[in-house]
């Protein structure tokens, strides 16, 4: 073979080779023109949230007092990195830890880390499942977790405060009580039964 | 009219200050911050002939949002979901990356099946980012299509991240001493599902793309980084191995438990836009051979150390440790002075090196190569302005 | 036909300019959901499913939407010429679509030189174009205006070089007697590689994928219509579209026989045909990455204008040796 030939034949090669590199990019898009399309249909078909969806944090409601736990501790106020968390808590008459009374998270802020969920003592926060939040104003991603929860905390509350005066009164008729061991023995042995409640 | 007089005044200025005195026929275009292919928020300033590129100024810092100082002021657990940020397209690697350096610094012994289930989230991230780089830069040089048909199977790997992690993109998932959520068979079936899935679509891509003779006209010879410039310029990652330099920290410094998996380097000599193509779509391959053996080796166990610590508090020392993310090598490099908030977080992203050899790259190439070029280093401008 | 029907020149005028226009927009409406359908389909995606049956409406809306946005003039742009140019891109559309014989009796104009007219009107498009990019005062605008001319200039040589191959067969520039000449056999089978020039080059001429460098959008954002908005732009798009559906009518013309085809009517087989063409143009543009502007010139002068040379002399003299 002379060098033109060669070079004739290596030129033919490539613009065949090329043509044909053509012809089979067009022959996969032509398979992918009759496969089904993958599309999701959004809001006509919501998806289905993965198992550890992450979202805005939200409050977990207990079994036993239909509540949340919220102790206002505040360790998930200084561990977000959002600073996204703001916790108001007081002492409530009745019980011996502090109870949230605001608590507010900036979800236009947050970065779903899930560092609050870690430090939580008392595990009451969890991610909650909303997805397709719009809003025409930031303040509108402030959520107040509370909310849900007022009823049921009236209620727990009112309950822990009933239980404290019963306890109280109890107390105090065992004090009394004792004041008249003396006169009395029976009340003594009763108060003591209350006691071990 | 006046206000022509006055935009000459402007182009008159700015050749003033390249210094010399106006050329003849030569002209400015300012290419980014918002560009159709300027990858976020890149700025090129060309200094064109015609379309050739006579001179080229990357102009950067449009996504700074200030990861380094924002390190200065919180503790080490609360710079975990910056990380993800840093570079939002290979997250992963730069969460546990973060994670594996802190626990370097305290000491932590991470649990076995934590390290495996690290490894197998990291490779995917590493697929997922080269998927969408493959399909940007396509996009790039004008084939749309492939752009979709890749997003179809990244959008397979997002899912399953999103079902262990919760998070489709930017992952808060590593912990200091191991993670958050343990992964269930659910997971390594749906991994080994993918592995099969991609391995046979890639045949696709390669009908579709690495042939087409269009795609390689595009390529062949575009940009070439050699080895000279890109040791000078400290070019990581595909662009240096795609120079010859067969450098992937993975098995240069093996960290977490790289050591136990067997994987090729892919390298290729030319240096050009083809040969990057070429690297990453081998380092694809690489990957799931690597899910493959971390999947088949899984072992049963806790994902977090028995006791975890609550606080962290380094002695007061430095440390530096790199990983090989989608883009190159990633380097943490953490100065504590003994308290819980770190004294400095100096992040070494390695697409600010790649993208600082471009001026050394583009001068005599055209309009056309120019996009060609910066689509192929992948550049992330987040990691770059950070 | 229409003289029989009116018997007024102006008349005929006007009702056929009303008749064209009307089929230029629905064409351009009717293409840019096929594009946007066929694309989804070959991207595995839906496309307009919305609007109408199958999205089928989704363009019209979108036209109705562009009617509303603001018309914006840029601050320094060369105001005659930006104003100017929609018209001079979408004018020659409307002459080039009345030369091309739709039936054996249907067409707008039939004149002796119809194929030199359609490719002179079609040059006249990019004088637009350019004036469009110049007066955007944009230098993205420039550079795309820049690239058509070069662009139009190297690919219509190859482009009337193969179609003068046809004459020869024909022995005729008027269209009407083209396709006449084709009623046993189309031009595609003695004239393959001339049909193949035509094919890229028309993909060239009409400024889109693989050749789309004038507007190439990750390069030059939108190129010579970067600045323009509104109806403005909807104007470039009609004319666009419509380009597409003159260079696949001459195509058909020339190399397909145009009307002529079994058991259907002849408007029918001409309009499967040009759709058809269309339809392969969209194909090519939904597959292929761009060319850069360099290599799509250097395949236009070294390969093209070579390659139609040696079709239009091979058939010179084959013609000559061969015919009686």
Redesign the interface.
Known sequence: MTATTRAKTNYLVTVLGGLFSLLAGMLITLRNLFRRPVTEQYPKSKPALSKNFRSAIALVRFEETQTHDCVACMQCVQICPSFCIAIEGDKPEGLKRKRATEFHVDYALCSVCGLCIDVCPTNTLKYSRVYDQVAYRRDAFVYDLLTEFRDAEVAYLEKARQEAAAKEAAKQAAAAARANKDTAPAAANASKELEND | MPTRAKAGAVSERQHSKLGDAPLPETYHLNMGPQHPSMHGVLRLVLHLDGERILDVDPVIGYAHRAHEKMAEHRNYLMFLPNTSRVDYLSGMIYNLAYCQAVEKMLEIEVPERAEYIRVICSELNRISSHLLWFGTFLLDIGGITPFLYAFDDREQILEILDRVTGSRLTYCYGRFGGLTEDVDTTFLDQTRAFVKRLRERLPEYHALVTGNVIFRGRCEGVGVIDQHVALAYGVTGPCLRAAGIAFDVRRAEPYGIYDRFEFDIPTEQSGDALARYKVRVAEIEQSLRIIEQAVAQIPDGPIMPDKPKKRFKPAAGELYFAVESARGQFGIYIVSDGSEIPFRIKLRTPSFSNLAAMPAVLPQTTIADTIAIVGSIDVVIPEIDR | MFNQLFGNIWLVTLASGAVIMGFLTVNALFLVWLERK?????????GP?EVGFAGTLQTLADAVKLLGKQLITP??ADKPLYHLAPVIVFMPVVVGVSLFPIDRQLMFVDLNVGLVLVFAFAGIGFIGIFMAGWGSNN??AL?GAMRAVAQNIAYEIPLILSALSVTLLARSMKLSAIVEAQSTLPYLLFQPLGAAIYLIGAVAETNR??F??PE??????AGFHSEYSGMRFAVFFLAEYSNMAIVSMVATTLFLGGYHGPWLPGYVWFFIKVYGLISLMM??R??????????LMSFAWTVLVPLSLANLMGTAVVLKVFRR
């Open positions: 066929l694309s989804a389909r070959f991207q595995r995606r839906l499913t601050r320094n230098k993205y550079l994928a693989p789309d460098i190439a959008e990750s390069e030059l954002v194909w090519f939904w597959t292929f990455p761009r060319l850069r502007f360099d290599q």
